[in-house]
């Protein structure tokens, strides 16, 4: 194994991949499905032709800059694993900051109760999921508008153990969805700018879809749909977590001041210091 790990480092190293040893590692341990630790332990093991086979294939793949997490159909996100496919956004560590900050409100509710939480564009359905888990009686309606992303979801969903707590729709934002009343929102709205997509390195351009990442010509088409229409769709007090790209800040709080419903707007930082979610709170003077 030990020669084969080596030529695999240097075949990605010489394709300008960044870190090919930490990548060439994830690829064996994704592979032969054994720890990263057994890679060490077990160096002199005999690759079967078949496992060798599949590590080429892994290998080249990665040459492409195919995604590590498309190769291996596997992404970890608030320590679980979840299943990936190339129809869905990979989670981003970025977004454990949204479910940070929703586990951090005052979640409880009268025993009798469940919490509602609306996801939309749930993608792999890692925040619907996490919710799910985390939050005691907590009933979650997941949206996105493709039905080959929201079939990953599910499968996660079932995966994780929360099935029964995540009901999915396909809607385009809030198009199909009756007007329950939530007591949260989240989302991770696509919130590029269509002419940056150009500029993406070629391991997501080419590779994760358009439809996750292009927040039209501003970057902001999303926000500006969202914000107003959740007055409809959030009860009184109810709040609304949106993810945000790092300048989008000042853009996204406005957005919410205009519509004169909300309160408590709150900008929260990434572990890099970036401007990464905004949080509001529906009045509960508010109309609706
Ligand atoms: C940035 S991804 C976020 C995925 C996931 N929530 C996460 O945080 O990893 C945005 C998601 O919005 C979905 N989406 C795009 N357009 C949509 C629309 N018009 N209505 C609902 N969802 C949409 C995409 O398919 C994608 O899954």
Redesign the pocket.
Known sequence: MKEFLEWSIGRLNQAGVDSPRMEAEVLFSGALRVGREEIFLRPERVLTEPEKNLLRSFVERRVLREPVAYILRSKE?WSLNFTITP??????PE?EV?VETLLSQNLKKPSELSFRLL??????????VVAAQEIHNCQVTA????PS?LAVAKLNSERHGVSDRVHFVK???F?HLSKALYDCIV?????LKTSNLNDLVPDVIDFE?W????GGSDGLG?YK?IIPKALNYLKKGGFIIL?IGETQANAVTSLFHSTGHYEKINIVQDYSGYDRVVFARKKTNAYG
């Open positions: 996100f129809d869905v956004l990979i989670p981003r977004t949204l996801d939309i564009g749930t993608g792999s359905g890692v925040i619907a949206t996105d508008y493709f992303v809607s385009n934002v198009s989302s991770n709205p696509p919130y879809p439809s996750a990442l292009d999303f749909q993810e």
